[in-house]
């Protein structure tokens, strides 16, 4: 049986960021979902300081697709080595490295190198597969990288909490089912859910106006917004990603955690978002500032959590409140 042919590609781009800032992008893999638009979570499964081995989830042509990384990384010659494989196919590995080197202060030449003996999974299909995939990552890394200088202004990171004296088991299954939400909850009017392998949902949601959405993105009351949610039960996750979040925001992903303890839980609903520039003054009118942009985020997005951890917390509760009335009234 003959084997197959080794295919390799080379791509080098110029970058308007330091070297130490491309490369720590590059180093720092749980930010990517909220830094590279096709990724929707990163796990770092180990790490020894120099090797680790990541488990990443991305979206690309309406599909998620996993993948396995095991990476080496190399500060002090700022280069990244990996070897990447799709579980659902053995055997399909592409190998390579992302280097970056100087181009002045405040520039950088960037190399990604690739090499597989097969179509790589995650690559379009086609001979050029390997090579439009090479392009469009470095394409998609200059992109983030070159808004470093601003990147404290654009990122925005919080929480919000709720105390839950209920089961974990409702709390989740409430989170779940989305598509039960046009009965559940009065601001949804329509939810379509496409789960292509257990726990992998893409969430598409009709809202009549802004409510509990940051599970499922929130768009302040426009329709049809995109969201991919990868459930882990037990573990009690929920990690999310907006596929076109609405403006100002060009990146919105985060998690809902649930957090036991001895007497109930506490639900927890993460944001990461990073604001788009560009996108600031259509989005909140003349003169708009980051400052005003990241007061109204922060504003929206907490509003709807705290919505959506009520209806939670109601969900799980209430069983339990029904359940000791009934027990209050057999001793009377």
Known sequence: MPSQPVRSVRRTVR??????????????APRWPVLLPSYVHVERMDFDGAG????????QDGRVRSSRLRRTLRPQAHRVDFEQDDPAWPGDTVAGSWSVEPDGA??????????????PANAPAGPDGLDADTAGRLARLREAAERWDRLDELLLAFEERMRVEGPAELVY?????????????P???????????????????DTAAAGAGPAAGPD???AGFETVRLCFPHAGRIVFKETAPPAPLTAHSGEWSLVPDESGL??????RVLLGEELLEAALGAGALPVDARRQVRERLGRESRQTLRLA????????RRLRQGRGGSRR
């Not at 506490?266 to 944001?271: E, F, L, P």
């Not at 917390?313 to 339990?320: D, Q, Y």
């Open 313 to 320: 917390k109601w969900h799980a509760e209430s069983p339990v």
């Open 15 to 28: 970058v308007a960021a330091p070297a130490h800032v491309v490369y720590g992008m590059l180093a720092d």
């Open 106 to 119: 405040e520039r950088s030449l960037v190399t990604l190198w690739q090499q597989t003996p097969n179509a």
């Open 52 to 59: 680790e081995t990541l488990l990443a989830w991305e979206f």
């Open 220 to 222: 302040d009351g426009a």
């Open 266 to 271: 506490t639900v927890v609903c993460a944001h």
């Open 173 to 185: 299954d409430f989170l779940y089912r989305v598509e039960d939400w046009p009965e559940l909850l």
């Open 187 to 205: 601001h949804v009017d329509v939810s379509s859910v496409r789960e292509d392998r257990p726990g992998t949902q893409v969430v598409v949601l």
